[in-house]
Nanobody, 124 residues
Framework: QVQLVESGGGLVQAGGSLRLSCAASGRTFSTYAMGWFRQAPGKEREFVAAITWSGDLTYRADSVKGRFAISRDNAKSTVYLQMNSLKPDDTAVYYC?????????????????WGQGTPVTVSS
């Protein structure tokens, strides 16, 4: 089992940047595929970005391509979401998720473990 703790959220002006971190417990972090999702008030949870266990493959939602990047440091058991050129539409609670697997995964139901979320607010 793995426990996930997100950090790095906050209030930022449109056009600004934030870097989210997700720290995982356990010694088998490198065997987990990781993903970032977000949920705005009144909306369903949506996929943002995903990365394979090795970090060699990533995938991002169209809405964040060119602005967000996902990466991981297996030595630190941490996955990151670098968010640039933020827009008010990016306002949401951001969650990281984990599952064992050899590929990347983009559906919430694909994941077994979730963090508690970190809020991001982008002001116009």
């Amino acid at each position: 089992q793995v426990q996930l703790v997100e950090s790095g959220g906050g209030l930022v002006q449109a056009g600004g940047s934030l870097r989210l971190s997700c720290a995982a417990s356990g010694r088998t972090f490198s065997t987990y595929a990781m993903g970032w999702f977000r949920q705005a008030p009144g909306k369903e949870r949506e996929f943002v970005a995903a990365i394979t266990w090795s970090g060699d493959l990533t995938y991002r939602a169209d809405s964040v391509k060119g602005r967000f990047a996902i990466s991981r440091d297996n030595a630190k058991s941490t996955v990151y979401l670098q968010m640039n050129s933020l827009k008010p539409d990016d306002t949401a609670v951001y969650y990281c998720a984990a599952r064992r697997g050899t590929y990347y995964y983009i559906l919430p139901r694909d994941y077994d473990y979730w963090g508690q979320g970190t809020p991001v607010t982008v002001s116009s």
